[in-house]
Nanobody, 121 residues
Framework: QVQLVESGGGLVQAGGSVRLSCAAS????????MGWFRQAPGKEREFVAG?????GNTYYADSRFTISRDNAKNTVYLQMNSLKPEDTAVYYC?????????????????WGQGTQVTVSS
C-alpha cells in the first residue's frame, strides 16, 4: 500500500506561483510513475502532469506547470506559475505501479486526499 499526502496548497493571487508537494509512505515512490490531477467545482477531474519512474519522461497539460520528483525523498512536486483564477481546484497526487507515465485516472493505483488551490483575481 501507498499513502500519499499532498501539501502546499492555499490562496494565491493571479499571476503568482505555488509549489505542491506529495509525500509518499508505505512503499517507495521509485517503483512507478506519478501524476497530478485536479478537479474544479462542478467539473470532472482532469490530468495536469505526469512523470515516469525515472523522471526522464514528463508530460504537461499546461506549459505553466512543471512536475518533478525526488525518489530519495519519496516526494513528487508540481510547480505552477502564472496562475489564473481558472486554476482554482483541488489538486490530487496519484501513483501508479507501472513505470511509464499515465494520462488517465484509471491508470493510477493510489491517490492522495487532495489539496485546495484557490487563485484570486
Amino acid at each position: 500500500q501507498v499513502q500519499l499526502v499532498e501539501s502546499g496548497g492555499g490562496l494565491v493571487q493571479a499571476g503568482g506561483s505555488v509549489r505542491l508537494s506529495c509525500a509518499a509512505s508505505g512503499r517507495t515512490l521509485s517503483s512507478g510513475a506519478m501524476g497530478w490531477f485536479r478537479q474544479a467545482p462542478g467539473k470532472e477531474r482532469e490530468f495536469v502532469a505526469g512523470i515516469s519512474r525515472s523522471g526522464g519522461n514528463t508530460y504537461y497539460a499546461d506549459s505553466r506547470f512543471t512536475i518533478s520528483r525526488d525518489n530519495a525523498k519519496n516526494t513528487v512536486y508540481l510547480q505552477m506559475n502564472s496562475l489564473k483564477p481558472e486554476d482554482t481546484a483541488v489538486y490530487y497526487c496519484a501513483a501508479r505501479l507501472n513505470y511509464a507515465l499515465g494520462f488517465s485516472q484509471s491508470e493510477y493505483d493510489y491517490w492522495g486526499q487532495g489539496t485546495q488551490v484557490t487563485v484570486s483575481s
